[in-house]
């Protein structure tokens, strides 16, 4: 594969395996350098989550009770999952554009592995997310919110937050290719995850709910991955009732299994899948 402006190229020279990790590297700088040259989609990255810490912290916070707790740390694990859950949507959103352009088929032109494309677009936003943990988090501490474990456990749930928006990206990474223009992609996503991070505990605790939403809540795949965050970063309020599921009771094995079926059922479906757009 040819190397972008500034990147050395790669003997062809590597095994497969080799060779399949340079492609990967390649593309996934290319995807940075594409956000240097566009600076606003950095921007936009990083002044949303500043946005929600902000807004949930002195808006609602006088207006709902965490007993024993202080709402401002009871709500920043549920932003920080909002915004990875939403940030893993760039992958199938930057995708069905560069399907749209045409970018993929002067991929389809050079001697790389079909696949690195894929790697590089979710590594890349991987990074991203990244950067918007390292803000929230900065600008968290600011307001007041506090992590009450040790160092190793706070990076626990970072890693936990990262990989678990990594993994849906393939998700969303195959949405993008099965789509016909970026904005339906941006449309069904929404709908998909504005119910999935709002209808949890990611805002207010799920035993406040209604009965029928309560229960969606506590199946809800995002309210594992809000209470794994608040576990490990020592957020969950004292006296809190367990949950009524079983990934409540034990978030943070149930986030690792959901992280593993989700790679090992969509990263082979969005690696077919863009073979076939490929070669027809």
């Given at each position: 594969?040819?190397?972008?402006?500034?990147?050395?190229?790669?003997?062809?020279?590597?095994?497969?395996?080799?060779?399949?990790?340079?492609?990967?590297?390649?593309?996934?700088?290319?995807?940075?350098?594409?956000?240097?040259?566009?600076?606003?989609?950095?921007?936009?990255?990083?002044?949303?989550?500043?946005?929600f810490v902000l807004l949930f912290s002195y808006v609602y916070a006088g207006s709902i009770d965490i007993p024993g707790s202080s709402y401002k740390e009871f709500i920043m694990a549920g932003i920080f999952a909002q915004t990875v859950v939403f940030g893993s949507t760039f992958s199938g959103s930057a995708i069905a554009n560069d399907l749209r352009d045409g970018i993929i088929d002067r991929f389809r032109t050079l001697p790389m592995r079909p696949s690195a494309v894929l790697v590089g677009r979710?590594?890349?936003?991987?990074?991203?997310?990244?950067?918007?943990?390292?803000?929230?988090?900065?600008?968290?501490?600011?307001?007041?919110?506090?992590v009450h474990s040790s160092p190793l456990e706070a990076l626990a749930a970072v890693a936990l937050l990262l990989g678990f928006a990594y993994a849906l990206s393939w998700v969303m990474a195959l949405l993008g290719m099965s789509v016909r223009s970026p904005e339906v992609i941006n449309n069904v996503s929404f709908l998909v995850l504005f119910p999935l991070t709002f209808i949890s505990n990611a805002f207010v605790p799920s035993e406040n709910l209604p009965t029928p939403l309560r229960v969606f809540a506590e199946l809800n795949p995002v309210s594992a991955l809000v209470l794994a965050a608040r576990t490990l970063f020592g957020n969950v309020p004292p006296h809190a009732p367990p949950g009524g599921s079983w990934t409540l009771q034990h978030p943070i094995p149930a986030v690792l299994i959901g992280m593993a079926v989700l790679l090992v059922v969509f990263v082979p479906l969005a690696i077919r899948r863009f073979g076939r757009i490929t070669t027809r």
């Open positions: 594969m040819s190397a972008p402006a500034g990147v050395a190229p790669v003997p062809r020279t590597l095994g497969p395996v080799a060779q399949w990790f340079s492609d990967g590297w390649i593309t996934t700088r290319r995807n940075l350098i594409k956000i240097r040259r566009v600076p606003d989609i950095l921007v936009f990255t990083t002044l949303q989550p500043i946005m979710t590594n890349g936003d991987l990074l991203i997310n990244a950067l918007s943990m390292v803000v929230m988090m900065a600008t968290g501490l600011i307001v007041g919110w506090r």
